[in-house]
């Protein structure tokens, strides 16, 4: 018998994964995780807008030189890490499962960005394609499924941020894409300007930071094509046989554009943010009744509800009497302050009549409408004190899930809490403008404020003030009504309109059309809010041109998509030939 020592490979052993490479591969998921949740962090009520820039830095770091599965993968930890905590409230009265699977669903749409960000990220001037690729993922997110989910726009979280002006330039849009722009431009000079401090070889070889590999000229505008070196080796050279980089400046150009360009454009938009009273002004006032408990059970509460506006609204006209405070021209109730069908319920409708009757103005309500047969309505009522009921909108775009249930067979196997909305809710057609004591105000129902078209169509049919009605007593005290606040703040510049937002259980606020909050209540407090606001006819730019910034955008993503896989396909054909 005898025994033999096998020789170990040495350049085996030298490739064998060490503790450290097994750590590396985890720092890209790692920072996609952290970019989302620096995105997260940048919403309200935090007035940490600027979060949101580093957060597309990090993203554009993460996914720059990645194959497309990769893109598709860290984009979806981005998207997990910024909408998890993001929409955290939807499942606040009802579990965990429901806010998972939207957060999850939703997660996807930032995954096929980062798949879109890695393709065109090989590109020239690709911080561009990219902002534009982040804008098609957000678009297609306010459309599809069940008619879009556009909460957590980017543009949402930049109430506070310098790039706001650009509401009025093309609204959400435009504005996304300029702080996804900056954001990406931000990483992109912080690699040029490494590029350029880095030694070369005498070779002239250059490697990409990303990938370890030769990069590709054409895409980064860095590689053994730059133009020679004219310097003699001194110095560092001297001693370790290199020389400095002397590489194209185009990409360093476009690196600086990309950041300059959003920051000049918000500045020169500044004359476009305006909130002078072009048609005089207006005394609007915006109750907030407050509910009995919080909860699901808000339903159950219905004739307490409507009671807890009735008195804040005669409470109003009792200070008007005493001269404690100024008369309103007209008074905004909240959506679903009226959950009883005034029509079918002459008890409700004689409380709310006494009420009007007694501030003497004209009063919009909001009320669930229940016909006997057919889906309900959730209905905004122009109430006149001398003719009771004379307009009604019904909300044009219902919430999936909330107000009717799609799919109800199916979804009641994974959650019994969809029985709760018992019979569904249909939508209205009518674009809601009401004219009160002769100011036209347009009306966008509560979630309707997260979608440009439901605002915007109310400011093209002659709106001179926006009202949001909205009822979030059952999101309790979560972030929800911030972050929705915020939406009509930058609706209020995007339109350079005064929105006033009354809310059942709070926040209720008044916005300037610069979109100043000038007045707001407490969460769960009843309280009244009376304020003069400007009212203005005038439209801004992003009023006027409606989709078209939106879709010149998606154009642009298309663009560099088709460039890349352009690219791609010359790449394969040159290599097999």
């Known amino acids: 018998m005898s025994a033999t020592i096998t020789p170990v490979d040495a350049s085996a052993a030298d490739t064998a994964p060490t503790p450290a490479s097994r750590l590396r591969r985890f720092v890209r998921p790692g920072a996609a995780l952290l970019s989302g949740l620096l995105l997260y962090l940048s919403f309200p009520p935090r007035p940490l807008w600027w979060l949101a820039l580093p957060a597309f830095a990090l993203l554009g770091w993460s996914l720059r030189g990645r194959r497309l599965r990769a893109g598709f993968g860290l984009g979806y930890l981005a998207g997990l890490g910024f909408l998890m905590p993001l929409l955290i409230w939807t499942g606040e009265e009802v579990g965990p499962g429901p806010w998972l699977a939207l957060a999850a669903l939703e997660a996807l749409f930032v995954a096929l960005a980062g798949l879109g960000v890695a393709a065109v990220s090989r590109l020239p001037w690709w911080p561009f394609f990219a902002a534009g690729v982040w804008i098609l993922a957000e678009a297609a997110r306010a459309r599809v499924p069940f008619g879009g989910f556009p909460w957590g726009k980017i543009a949402f979280g930049q109430a506070d941020g310098i790039f706001l002006p650009l509401a009025a330039v093309g609204g959400t849009p435009v504005l996304g894409f300029a702080v996804a722009l900056c954001g990406f431009g931000l990483y992109e000079t912080y690699r040029q300007i490494q590029a350029r401090r880095a030694p070369d070889t005498e070779t002239g070889a250059v490697h990409d930071e990303d990938t370890g590999t030769g990069t590709d000229t054409e895409a980064d505008g860095v590689g053994p094509d730059r133009a020679p070196a004219t310097r003699t080796g001194t110095g560092i050279e001297a001693a370790t046989g290199t020389r400095p980089r002397t590489l194209p400046r185009g990409p360093l150009v476009a690196a600086a554009l990309a950041v300059l360009v959003p920051v ?145 067979s199916l979804v009641r196997v994974f959650n019994s809490n969809v029985d709760r909305v018992s019979r569904d809710f249909g939508a209205g057609t009518k674009v809601g403008v009401f004219d009160l004591a002769g100011t036209k105000v347009g009306l966008a129902t509560c979630y309707e404020a997260a979608f440009d078209w439901a605002v915007r169509d109310t400011v093209t049919h002659g709106a001179q003030l926006i009202s949001v009605p909205s009822n979030n007593a059952t999101f309790g005290r979560s972030e929800m009504t911030y972050q929705q606040l915020a939406m009509s703040r930058v609706r209020a510049v995007e339109h350079s309109r005064a929105v006033v937002v009354p809310v059942t259980s709070g926040v209720s606020a008044v916005i300037r059309p610069d979109g100043e909050i000038v007045a707001e209540t407490k969460m769960f407090t009843p309280d009244v809010l009376v304020e003069k606001v400007p009212l203005r006819s005038s439209l801004t730019p992003a009023t006027r041109m409606g989709t078209l910034p939106e879709a010149l955008l998606v154009a642009l993503a298309a663009a560099g998509l088709g460039w890349s896989a352009f690219r791609s396909v010359r790449a394969r054909r040159t290599g097999a030939e």
């Open 264 to 408: 000049t454009g918000a500045l020169a938009a500044l004359p476009l943010v305006d909130d002078s009273a072009e048609d005089g002004t207006a005394t609007v006032a915006a109750v907030q009744g407050n509910v009995p408990r919080l909860g699901l059970d808000f339903n159950s509460q219905r004739r307490a509800v409507l009671d807890n506006h009735v008195a804040r609204t005669r409470e109003l006209a009792a200070d008007v009497k005493a001269g404690r405070a100024p008369q309103p021209d007209f008074v905004l109730w909240p959506e679903n302050s009226s959950d009883i069908d005034p029509y079918a319920n002459a008890d409700a409708a004689e409380v709310i009549d006494g009420a009007v009757d007694a501030i003497g103005v004209p009063t919009v309500i909001g009320a669930v409408i229940a016909p006997e047969t057919g889906k309900l309505r959730n209905t905004l009522i122009e109430w006149d004190p001398d003719r009771g009921p004379v307009a009604t909108y019904d909300k044009r775009h219902v919430q999936p899930f909330g107000e009717y249930i799609p799919m109800r």
